[in-house]
């Protein structure tokens, strides 16, 4: 029993496979049409992860070096373009990923800073970088 109840004499159904439709594109059915490009180094967030924690212990120990709060915001901001000097070199020749997450923490690093001496300067009413 083949599941067919047709008449006998009748062709049965096809064997072969179903009709060729045209796709749609949302779904490709073959190779890309153009070669496509792989970033040799992708971003990762353990390179994020690792940019950013070697970042934070940078700053924390440049950070250390000041005595007050002019020192501190001038170190800060040296250890800082340090950094973003070490991000560029990663970007162009490293781990984007590391370069990343070291001029997110950087960013965060120099804000910090910025809100130590505003505070201060809101406080004494003298400009403490001078």
Request: hydrophobic content about 50%; charged content about 10%.
């Amino acid at each position: 029993m083949t599941g067919w109840n047709g008449v006998p004499g009748e062709p049965g159904p096809s064997v072969g496979p179903p009709p060729a439709r045209t796709p749609s594109g949302l779904f490709p059915s073959g190779p890309p049409t153009r070669p496509s490009w792989r970033e040799p180094y992708p971003v990762t967030g353990a390179g994020v992860a690792a940019g950013g924690a070697t970042a934070t212990v940078w700053l924390l120990l440049f950070g250390l070096l000041g005595r007050d709060v002019a020192s501190y915001a001038w170190w800060t901001l040296i250890a800082g373009g340090l950094a973003w000097l070490a991000a560029a070199v990663l970007v162009r020749f490293g781990d984007r990923g590391v370069a990343t997450g070291v001029a997110i923490v950087t960013a965060g690093g120099w804000s910090i800073a910025a809100a130590v001496v505003a505070v201060r300067w809101a406080q004494s009413g003298n400009w403490p970088l001078w």
